[in-house]
């Protein structure tokens, strides 16, 4: 399996990444941190270092989904593995929205989960 992303994510990834005026060997880290209302929490982190990027960690996935770039730690990739990651923009804010099929419980947020 693996991480993928709606078109609308992607966009806004390559959006995001553009308008830091990274490279295009540059992708966002998504990864999980204990945490939250439902024990896990998802986090985003710019990986703005294209070395860091072209050469991952030991401990690195690297994943390419309509030409975005991901890199998600072995650790995370446990809870993360089938993931897809949305972009929605609502009236009182805009955030990547997450469908675990891991996911046991999710918070009324939807930015934690439980297994």
Avoid at 74 to 89: A, H, R
């Amino acid at each position: 399996m693996a991480i993928e992303l709606t078109d609308r994510a992607a966009e806004k990834i390559k959006d995001i990444l553009t308008k830091k005026g990274l490279p295009p060997t540059a992708g966002l880290r998504f990864g999980v941190k204990g945490g939250g209302c439902s024990g896990f929490e998802y986090v985003v982190d710019v990986e703005a270092n294209p070395r860091k990027f072209d050469m991952p960690g030991k401990n690195d996935q690297v994943f390419v989904s309509k030409g975005a770039r991901i890199l998600v730690d072995k650790k995370s990739y446990l809870f993360l593995n089938g993931l897809e990651i949305d972009w929605e923009e609502q009236q009182f804010g805009h955030a990547f929205v997450y469908r675990n099929p891991n996911a046991k419980g999710v918070c009324g947020c939807g930015t934690s989960f439980s297994v």
